[in-house]
């Protein structure tokens, strides 16, 4: 079983910066490939990006390239996701979530095995 609790989300203006957390626990965390996915009202949970065991290797979605960057650190058991250059179309809940195959590749929600509860953040024009 692995816990994951997301935070860091709020309430910003275009152009802005956040960073998310995400603090795991329960079974070995060093392990699994962890992503971050987000959801906007009405619509439904896309990726955003992943991330290797090791924290060597990143993916990323095509509309947060470049301005997003997603990082890990194992001995603390936490992941985060830089948000740079907010936009208000970035408005969402963000959620954590980790699966424990090899591929970073995995975008669809059902490969994640475990997930956090979310957190809001909007982007105000």
């Known amino acids: 079983q692995v816990q994951l609790v997301e935070s860091g989300g709020g309430l910003v203006q275009a152009g802005d910066s956040l960073r998310l957390s995400c603090a795991g626990s329960?079974?070995?965390?060093?392990?699994?490939?962890m992503g971050w996915f987000r959801q906007a009202p009405g619509k439904e949970r896309e990726f955003v990006a992943s991330?290797?065991?090791?924290?060597?290797?990143?993916y990323y979605a095509d509309s947060v390239k470049g301005r997003f960057t997603i990082s890990r650190d194992n001995a603390k058991n936490m992941v985060y996701l830089q948000m740079n250059s907010l936009k208000p179309e970035d408005t969402a809940v963000y959620y954590c979530?980790?699966?424990?195959?090899?591929?970073?590749?995995?975008?669809?929600?059902?490969?994640?095995?475990?997930w956090g509860q979310g957190t809001q953040v909007t982007v105000s024009s």
């Open positions: 329960g079974r070995s965390f060093s392990r699994p490939v």
């Open positions: 991330i290797s065991w090791s924290g060597g290797n990143t």
């Open positions: 979530a980790c699966r424990f195959g090899s591929s970073i590749y995995a975008v669809n929600a059902y490969e994640y095995a475990y």
